[in-house]
């Protein structure tokens, strides 16, 4: 019986909204002015799922600020967690008296909440194994031939190699076993 639900993140410790859709699934202005801070706040700090199922009469959030400017009815709020980690929550409210949520509509939150965390975590981590891929890829630009490297003694041995190569002078390689000196002979070659 949600109106509107968003996908809080935290940035430094500040709530941004990552996406905010209404009933008919159009898009809200993401602005947490529109979320009440008191329940955010809860929840960010004892990162449990928690019910205002009629927020302006609540005892406890009645009285705040956010609650009684935005005239929430019922609101319902659920910590996305991938390994007692933190990724952000889910904040679903109505504004009709008539839709007030009721436990089960919680527990049915909770779960839903469960299974975003690991598609939030997959995607976060995803996003990780692109930027490592990318930063792979243009350290593999900075090879010679077959060989990989950036230390400054290796940038030497490629440096004495470009030179040498394009000369008919006899080269002696040396080094101990493994080395990689028949990759340098190649190269030379």
């Not at 947490?32 to 199922?53: A, F, W």
């Not at 659920?78 to 390994?83: G, K, S």
């Amino acid at each position: 019986h949600a109106a509107k639900g968003f996908l809080v993140r935290f940035e430094d410790g500040e709530p941004k909204i990552a996406a905010a859709r209404n009933l008919e699934g159009r898009s809200l202005p993401s602005s947490v002015e529109q979320l009440s801070d008191s329940i955010l706040d809860k929840v960010y700090k004892t990162r449990q799922p928690l019910i205002v199922s009629d927020a302006l009469h609540d005892t406890h959030f009645g009285r705040s600020e956010s609650v009684m400017n935005l005239q929430l009815a019922s609101v319902m709020c659920a910590p996305l967690l991938a390994r007692g980690e933190l990724l952000g929550l889910i904040y679903v409210g109505n504004d009709s008296v008539r839709g007030l949520f009721e436990e089960s509509s919680l527990e049915v939150l909770t779960i839903f909440a469960a299974q975003a965390s690991l598609l939030l975590q997959n995607a976060m981590l995803l996003r990780e194994l692109r930027t490592d891929k990318a930063e792979l890829e243009g350290q593999l630009e900075k090879r010679f031939g077959d060989i990989v490297g950036t230390n400054p003694s290796l940038v030497e041995v490629f440096r004495k190699v470009e030179k040498v190569a394009g000369t008919d002078i006899a080269v002696l390689i040396t080094g101990e076993t493994g080395t990689g000196k028949e990759l340098i002979a190649r190269e030379v070659h």
